[in-house]
């Protein structure tokens, strides 16, 4: 049992000073709002400054592949994503997304038989789609290499008096319990 986060940080990052504690936050699951998160935290002011930590659990075992269809992202997604990305990641995002050959962001919908039955199109010439796996491991990229922590699962959190406790199982009966300042789950960053 630790009492304690492991707190990611920049080689290069301003440190904290000594008296200034750093906001700590536990982000639960690595799937796409999770890793989304992560990356745009480590592009803010306040990571950069030192003045918050963050760990990234996931329970799968690893990055998963069994993703299932290709993504649809909205133009509010598609914003986002641009406004967050560096300018590599950029580039891989629209390499991406040129590769599935939808040429608007609309709906098509089609009768069971295949018949189109009714279509609405906005945007001509947006690539609104991508790989789930291909976004993901750009997220992942920008988050860094093994710092997810896989095969470990939040099983309970609960709000005490200075911060959130949370315990955690991993594989081979791992039990661990930390105490931070903010959960991060999916019900926060929908
Ligand atoms: C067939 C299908 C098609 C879809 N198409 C689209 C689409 O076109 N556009 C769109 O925007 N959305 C689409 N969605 C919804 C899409 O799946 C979500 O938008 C997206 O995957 C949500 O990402 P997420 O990170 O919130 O959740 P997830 O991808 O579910 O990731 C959550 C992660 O958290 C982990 N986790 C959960 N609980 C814990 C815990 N207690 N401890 C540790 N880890 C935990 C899970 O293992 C998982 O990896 C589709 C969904 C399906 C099923």
Known sequence: MSNNINVHQDANDNSTS???KKFELLVVGAGIAGLSFVYGLRRSE???EGKVGYKIVERRDGPGTDLGYPIHLSSAARKSLES???PPDLEKLHHARS???VYHDGITVS???G???WRTVREPGTRPMI?????MEILRGGVGVGEVEYGLEVVSHSQKEGGVEVKLKGREGRREEVKVDLVVDESYIE
């Open 46 to 48: 306040l990571y950069r």
């Open 99 to 101: 590769k599935i050959p």
């Open 115 to 117: 018949k189109k039955a």
């Open 131 to 135: 790989e789930r796996e291909e976004l």
């Open 84 to 86: 967050m990305f560096s």
């Open 111 to 113: 009768s069971y038989r």
């Open 18 to 20: 000594s008296t200034e």
